[in-house]
């Protein structure tokens, strides 16, 4: 009994782990998109406005890079 628990738990802990992944790499997607679309603007907006958020967009995509390499490196050791 105290097995099946233990395994359960790991179970939900990978599920877990592989929600946030999911979510993260969905997180980058989102991001790439809305910095494509800027960039295509940015023939007719306010250049500078645009390169402020696109630096921002980097800036979170490459954390959220960093939190799915650590998510899968835990995955890797448990």
Same mark, same amino acid.
């Given at each position: 009994?105290? $097995? &099946?628990?233990?395994? %359960? &738990?790991?179970?939900?802990?990978?599920?877990? %782990?592989?929600?946030?992944? %999911?979510?993260?790499?969905?997180?980058?997607?989102?991001?790439?998109?809305?910095?494509?679309?800027? %960039?295509?603007?940015?023939?007719?907006?306010?250049?500078?406005?645009?390169?402020?958020? =696109? $630096?921002?967009?980097?800036?979170?995509?490459?954390?959220?890079? $960093?939190?799915?390499?650590? =998510?899968? &490196? &835990?995955?890797?050791?448990?």
């Amino acid at each position: 009994m105290e $097995d &099946k628990d233990e395994l %359960i &738990k790991a179970q939900n802990e990978v599920i877990g %782990i592989l929600f946030e992944v %999911i979510k993260k790499l969905q997180e980058n997607i989102d991001l790439q998109e809305e910095g494509v679309q800027l %960039i295509i603007k940015s023939k007719d907006d306010n250049l500078e406005e645009n390169k402020v958020r =696109l $630096d921002k967009i980097t800036k979170e995509r490459n954390s959220n890079s $960093d939190i799915i390499s650590r =998510l899968l &490196k &835990k995955l890797e050791s448990d």
